[in-house]
């Protein structure tokens, strides 16, 4: 069972690790566009679209990948606890 755990703990550090990376793009002209960041935008856009919703942006600052991250790193720490990591 710790195996399952492992992975989804891998899962979900990759996941972040994703949404940073799409994070970071949007500080760089037309990297959004390019295919790594349509491919990025498409795994990681359904994921932030609840965020949004509910977290308005603050000026030009968009704070809901913050959110998305802190509730990601809560999903790892449940996960160690199901699996006893």
């Known amino acids: 069972m710790q195996g399952i755990g492992a992975l989804l703990n891998l899962a979900i550090m990759v996941y972040s690790y994703m949404i940073i ?3 970071l ?7 959004r566009e390019s295919s790594i960041g349509q491919f ?3 795994i990681v856009e359904p994921y932030l679209a609840p965020f949004r919703k509910f977290i308005p942006p603050l000026g ?20 160690a606890a199901l699996f006893g990591m």
């Open 40 to 42: 990025l935008g498409s």
């Open 25 to 31: 793009m949007s500080w760089f002209p037309n990297a």
């Open 21 to 23: 990376a799409y994070i």
């Open 60 to 79: 030009m600052i968009d704070i809901s990948p913050i959110v998305a991250i802190f509730a990601l790193s809560f999903a790892r720490y449940g996960v």
